[in-house]
């Protein structure tokens, strides 16, 4: 089964609305989650990310929530902008033993309208 | 500058064929990893290596094998293609962890006929 899902493959925001981006996982060892954006034919780039060790991490117009119990993270995006349309991976792993796996949701399609 | 290069870019093939995917990273990363992207599946993990001939499988190995010689080149080989290995391969590297940052490659588009 799908580890790390992210259930809705698209989303349309008007410009200056907040996208709200969701990404589930099952495994509780999870320590690790990221957002990766990936523009059409381009490669995916590191977003944001943010350990298990806290709730909730901020840089900018980018907040990531995580709640373990729910096994839930988010990515909220505020003044959403048109050059904001892109493809919204989102990634989770753990660590034991220095593993270096991530793995990756479906991808969630967002669409900024002017 | 930090880099992840792949080539070639674009790719054609016919089924039985072989085909080399070539990856190279100039940031002395010690992991490497090999990922296809198919519509509405994300990214999925094909080999992942730790450093010089430390390989392990992903999550999708079968039909591909994977070369490691110097740390900063990684290969994907698919001994005769089959049609249902269409897709965009990318390769990523990262200095160690699952919690380093993956570097992605731009991606290679393999069509096999």
């Known amino acids: 089964g799908q580890q790390v899902k992210q259930s809705s493959p698209s989303l349309t925001v008007q410009e200056g609305g907040i996208s709200i981006l969701n990404c589930d996982y099952e495994?509780?060892?999870?320590?690790?989650f990221a957002w990766y954006k990936k523009y059409p034919d381009n490669s995916p780039t590191l977003l944001i990310s943010?350990?298990?060790?806290?709730d909730k991490r901020e840089d900018g117009r980018l907040t990531v929530f995580l709640n373990k119990s729910g096994k839930h993270f988010s990515l909220h995006i505020t003044a959403s902008q048109p050059e904001d349309t892109a493809v919204y991976l989102c990634?989770?792993?753990?660590?034991?033993?220095?593993?270096?796996?991530?793995?990756f949701g479906e991808g969630t399609k967002l669409t900024v309208s002017s | 500058d930090m880099k992840v290069t792949q080539m070639p870019r674009y790719l054609i093939k016919r089924m039985g064929e072989n085909v080399l995917l070539e990856c190279g990273q100039d940031m002395s990363h010690e992991t490497m990893y090999w990922y296809r992207q198919d519509p509405g599946l994300g990214l999925q993990l094909i080999y992942i290596s730790y450093d010089v001939d430390s390989n392990s499988e992903g999550d999708i190995p079968k039909g591909y094998r994977v070369s490691r010689k110097k740390r900063e080149h990684f290969s994907l080989i698919l001994d005769s293609a089959k049609t249902n290995q269409t897709s965009v391969y990318f390769c990523?590297?990262?200095?160690?962890?699952?919690?380093?940052?993956?570097?992605f490659g731009p991606g290679t588009r393999l069509l096999v006929l």
């Open positions: 495994n509780d060892m999870f320590d690790y």
């Open positions: 943010v350990r298990s060790n806290v």
């Open positions: 990523a590297s990262s200095f160690r962890t699952n919690q380093d940052t993956q570097y």
């Open positions: 990634a989770a792993g753990g660590n034991q033993g220095g593993s270096a796996k991530l793995i």
